[in-house]
């Protein structure tokens, strides 16, 4: 899922809404190679997010494989809070 992290202007820092050909409304700067390397930033973020967060399912799972069903909720709460954790650390 896309998360659209908001992108400023490199030349006058506005925030960038549209970008009528590849140029920013306010002050004209050519924006299209620095919106596609904050895009590609974005898309390599969501990845690693997706491995971390897959990977510590599996552990999870292995380590709660032989506990009770109150056990293993608690379990996969903690993991899921620690992903939250981490993911807002990197977004924000």
Do not use: N
């Not at 897959?54 to 903690?78: D, H, Q």
């Amino acid at each position: 899922m896309p998360i659209a992290i908001p992108i400023d202007c490199p030349g006058c820092g506005t925030r960038l809404r549209r970008k009528p050909g590849g140029r920013c409304p306010q002050c004209g700067a050519e924006v299209a190679r620095h919106v596609q390397a904050a895009r590609s930033r974005e898309e390599r973020i969501e990845q690693v997010v997706a491995i971390v967060s897959t990977m510590l399912v599996l552990l999870v799972f292995a380590f709660t494989s032989g506990l009770g069903l109150i056990e293993g909720v608690a379990a996969y709460a903690v993991g899921g809070a620690l992903v939250w954790f981490l993911a807002k650390r990197l977004f924000f």
